[in-house]
């Protein structure tokens, strides 16, 4: 099955899930996320009218945003852990930022983007899950780290980004998007508006996320197939 047809069958779902549960399609949007796999997939969705593509490794992101210069319109979004020393490489290429996780990447990622005149729309990474294992700031101190953003210029705040716990528990997984719906309402009501964006489900579980008010879906193997090699 081409990636162009998959495409159209994963958005057909989504328009399902939408009308279910009476969201209007346009409050949710399809983000491929191209990571592990070979330009030409990502030509292939930007044939198909896709524009943003999700990647998580910075090297590979810069690499491929480099090869794929001539294609206008192009934004990489980030989604993946960042180590503060690899903050700048995000200059060249990135348009969005969807795992900003703590304040000290916060510091030096506004710093790299003031110095170069630009801004940066971020999210914040928050650990719904519990498993220690997980990135992400903690759901107690999410208000408070939302906060704190204030004082980044060059930094936007767009919203939470979560990935729930990997297991066949539907109950579980819907907790944990449960658990950032309400997070964000909660920074809404300490901050007021500007946390517009949910960036919750994968291929998994992307229903499920549409359900508990997902804005966002990040969508890899369902939309490229298998990743070619296994990453964090
Ligand atoms: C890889 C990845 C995805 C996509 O996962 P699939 O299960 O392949 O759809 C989504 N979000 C993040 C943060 C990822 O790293």
């Known amino acids: 099955m081409s990636i162009a047809t998959r495409l159209a069958e994963i958005e057909a779902r989504i328009d399902a899930a939408c009308a279910l549960h009476g969201r209007p399609r346009s409050s949710v949007q399809l983000l491929p996320v191209s990571k592990t796999q070979p330009v030409d997939a990502i030509r292939q969705a930007y044939d198909a009218g896709y524009r943003c593509l999700g990647e998580s490794r910075v090297q590979e992101a810069a690499a491929k945003a480099s090869e794929l210069a001539e294609l206008p319109g192009l934004a990489w979004t980030m989604i993946g852990h960042l180590q ?6 995000l200059v060249d290429f990135c348009a969005q930022f969807q795992a900003l996780d703590s304040l000290k990447l916060a510091a030096e990622l506004d710093r790299r983007f003031s110095e ?5 729309d971020v999210m914040i990474e928050v650990n719904t899950s519990g498993e220690a294992s997980k990135f992400g700031v903690e759901p107690d101190a999410v208000v408070s780290f939302a906060r ?3 004082g980044y210029d060059a930094l936007r705040p767009v919203g939470l980004m979560t990935i729930a716990t990997r297991t066949v528990e539907q109950d579980i997984v819907a907790g944990c998007f ?7 309402e909660r920074c809404r009501d300490a901050l007021g508006d500007g946390f517009d964006e949910l960036s919750m489900g994968m291929s998994g579980d992307f ?6 008010g997902a804005t966002c ?16």
Do not use: C, M, Q, W
């Open 84 to 89: 503060t020393n690899k903050a700048r490489a």
């Open 148 to 150: 704190e953003l204030r």
């Open 217 to 232: 879906v990040r969508v890899g193997t369902a939309v490229f197939g298998p990743r070619p090699y296994p990453t964090a």
């Open 207 to 212: 229903e499920l996320a549409i359900e508990h």
């Open 178 to 184: 449960a658990r950032l719906a309400d997070l964000r």
């Open 116 to 120: 170069a005149g630009r801004s940066l």
